[in-house]
């Protein structure tokens, strides 16, 4: 069964990047994190939704993001409704906000979360 996950950048207010499989923060914080601390959400939105795409692909084997050419990844409405699980936002400051989408709550603070940001801190 699909984990789906919405990916969203601050400052980008016509479209998100829709992940069907394994949105889970434990299989997909840890890449929000290596991008936003790479690339960062930098003043041309645009840009960096392309980098983003770009780095779905680039490193996608470093973080198991799936090889399909077919299947799993799309370019959506932004705040179209697509029944996800969780959405992220990537913050111009580089931080990473973590929504679960069923709650509508952040979920930032949860142990799940604070595990994946501190263990991602210690290995950068």
Do not use: C
């Amino acid at each position: 069964m699909a984990t789906r996950a919405v990916i969203e950048l601050e400052g980008m207010n016509l479209v998100s990047l829709y992940k069907h499989w394994d949105g889970y923060p434990s299989a997909t914080l840890p890449w929000l994190l290596h991008f936003a601390s790479e690339n960062g959400v930098r003043s041309d939105i645009d840009y960096a939704f392309a980098q983003l795409i770009r780095s779905s692909v680039f490193d996608g084997e470093k973080f198991d993001l799936g090889q399909s050419r077919s299947t799993g990844w799309g370019v959506i409405p932004k705040n179209a409704d697509y029944g996800t699980d969780f959405r992220y936002v990537i913050n111009r400051d580089g931080t990473v906000d973590v929504f679960d989408d069923w709650r509508k709550t952040k979920i930032n603070d949860t142990p799940m979360v604070q595990d994946i940001i501190n263990e991602f801190n210690l290995v950068k």
